[in-house]
């Protein structure tokens, strides 16, 4: 099973406000990790349909942070389905609107050329969210600033 965590920080981790303080990941996940935000088993128990139904919901999935309305959907498919989403149906995650991620992104595209196959095609980087995920750890259990 797949770690997953809760956090109420929904009003500070939406697509405008990580755009706008052009948030990076790592500051994401410290939003998301504060203790006046992060659901607890205790607190989940005590009125979960509360907490479920707040617009502020935001899950930590595999380290990817989804909307709650995302995040059921990977939810549902691991537990009833015992499958992961294919990736081309797999939700968008708030990861994307991070400054750095961006950066990331421009950077890739800017190294395309040498990403591509006599015939033009580019190679896949990433062949499914499982690798992602997998790198995404990787990256985090690296990081200079991890020194948990």
């Known amino acids: 099973m797949c770690e997953i965590h809760l956090s109420l920080c929904g009003h500070m981790l939406n697509k405008e406000y990580i755009t706008e303080h ?25 009125d979960p349909s509360n907490i479920l139904g707040s617009s502020d919901l935001v899950v930590c999935i595999e380290d990817q942070l989804y909307k709650y309305a995302d995040a059921i959907q990977i939810i549902i498919s691991q537990i009833v389905f015992k499958q992961i ?9 708030l990861n994307v609107f991070a400054s750095d ?9 800017l190294n395309s050329a040498s990403l591509s196959n006599v015939d033009g095609s580019q190679e896949e980087e990433e062949k499914s969210f ?10 985090r259990q ?7």
């Open 101 to 109: 991620y961006q950066e990331n992104l421009k950077n890739k595209k």
């Open 130 to 139: 499982e690798d992602h995920i997998e790198r995404k750890k990787r990256q």
């Open 22 to 46: 052009k948030l990076t990941e790592e500051e994401m996940y410290q939003i998301f990790e504060e203790p006046d935000y992060l659901i607890e088993a205790d607190q989940y128990t005590l």
């Open 142 to 148: 690296i990081s200079p600033d991890n020194n948990s």
């Open 85 to 93: 989403l294919p990736i081309e149906t797999m939700p968008q995650s």
